[in-house]
T-cell receptor
Framework: AQKITQTQPGMFVQEKEAVTLDCTYD???????LFWYKQPSSGEMIFLIY??????QNATEGRYSLNFQKARKSANLVISASQLGDSAMYFC????????????FGKGTTLSVSS | KAGVTQTPRYLIKTRGQQVTLSCSPI?????VSWYQQTPGQGLQFLFE???????NKGNFPGRFSGRQFSNSRSEMNVSTLELGDSALYLC??????????????FGNGTRLTVT
């Protein structure tokens, strides 16, 4: 079974609108971390936001927020006020265990922002 | 502060050859990880080094190897190249036991094409 599932291969949004990118995860470890990365066409992976399994509040970083629903095992990324520069591939990833040293990535979602 | 630097950016090799990719982490980062990205398999963990020791290894054949030097710079080597090794190879570094305060920071990658 996949550990990280991103069900939306592609999403389309207009500038200034908000968009939610879905991510569900599967782990039996009580300690884990969830990350979102952005990959523009240049190839570099850019860290966006992190949520720890014991964090009580949803993480926020500027226009990015993570809708963490632990019981549902979902960690959706919300981008408010989309910009043209947000067009990229977005990956959800998980670190299992407190000492986990490998990220498990989802297949990614391509976000296209139009004017 | 300079980011993660990977060299070369592009490589074209022939089946059966070997290749060495280089990664210079962010100054002060002691953990270096390598990931392979292909359209079919997505992003897959190769290995992780910390203070010159391999801490974790992904499910790749022994043709894939790596090492880390005392200055935290890392190299990965692929011997007896196969067509399926064509991919974007991403290196990432972090301070150590990474969390949201110390996420993985990725380089721009080396795009390897095997013909």
């Amino acid at each position: 079974a996949q550990k990280i599932t991103q069900t939306q291969p592609g999403m389309f949004v207009q500038e200034k609108e908000a968009v939610t990118l879905d991510c569900t995860y599967d782990t039996s470890d009580p300690s884990y971390g969830l990350f979102w990365y952005k990959q523009p066409s240049s190839g570099e992976m850019i860290f966006l936001i992190y949520q720890g399994s014991y964090d009580q509040q949803n993480a926020t970083e500027g226009r990015y927020s993570l809708n963490f629903q632990k019981a549902r095992k979902s960690a959706n990324l919300v981008i408010s006020a989309s910009q043209l520069g947000d067009s990229a591939m977005y990956f959800c990833a998980m670190r299992e265990g407190q000492a986990g040293t490998a990220l498990i990535f989802g297949k990614g979602t391509t976000l296209s922002v139009s004017s | 502060k300079a980011g993660v630097t990977q060299t070369p950016r592009y490589l074209i090799k022939t089946r059966g050859q070997q290749v060495t990719l280089s990664c210079s982490p962010i100054s002060g980062h002691r953990s270096v990880s390598w990931y392979q990205q292909t359209p079919g398999q997505g992003l897959q963990f190769l290995f992780e080094y910390f203070s010159e020791t391999q801490r974790n290894k992904g499910n790749f054949p022994g043709r894939f190897s790596g090492r880390q030097f005392s200055n935290s710079r890392s190299e990965m080597n692929v011997s007896t190249l196969e067509l399926g090794d064509s991919a974007l190879y991403l290196c990432a570094s972090s301070l150590g036991r990474w969390t949201g305060d110390s996420p993985l920071h990725f380089g721009n990658g080396t795009r390897l094409t095997v013909t």
